[in-house]
């Protein structure tokens, strides 16, 4: 079994850019890089984006993180980032060997777009695979970093 990880920032805004165009954006929301390892699963893909969509990570009108994405009616931008599966811990040159192959970590991540949407959430993401150049305004700044074994 795998360690799907996750790095989650609150945004005031993102985008993708591929190849000097634009090809998705959001406002006020939240940025997901996820990271796809092999043996993770379609369980814990959706137990992590549900934990994502409904984390308290926005403020209620005390000021306290008390408000979901799903209670902001926010959006939701989803990135696939390999470099998450990295393995540091020998040399200076990171290890990619626990990383998902492209097929099985393009179908997980296709499947994080759609159970995000299905909860009712504006989900947009990246070019799997692409050279992509992703902008955000980090609200807070407010970032998290998720693993799959610890929800």
Known sequence: MGTMKCVIQRVKHASVTVQDRKIAGIDSGVLTLLGIEKGDT?????????????????EDEHGKMNRS???????????????????????????????EVPEAARALYD???QVSEGFGVRTCGGAFGAD???ELLNDGPVTFILDSKLI
């Open 42 to 58: 379609e369980l814990e893909l959706k137990k992590m984006i549900q934990k994502i969509v409904e984390l308290r990570i926005f």
């Open 69 to 99: 994405l799903i209670d902001v009616a926010g959006a939701h931008m989803i990135i696939s980032q390999f470099t998450l599966a990295a393995d540091c811990t020998s040399g200076r040159r990171p290890s990619f060997t626990t990383a």
């Open 111 to 113: 499947k994080a777009l």
């Open 132 to 134: 992509m150049k992703v």
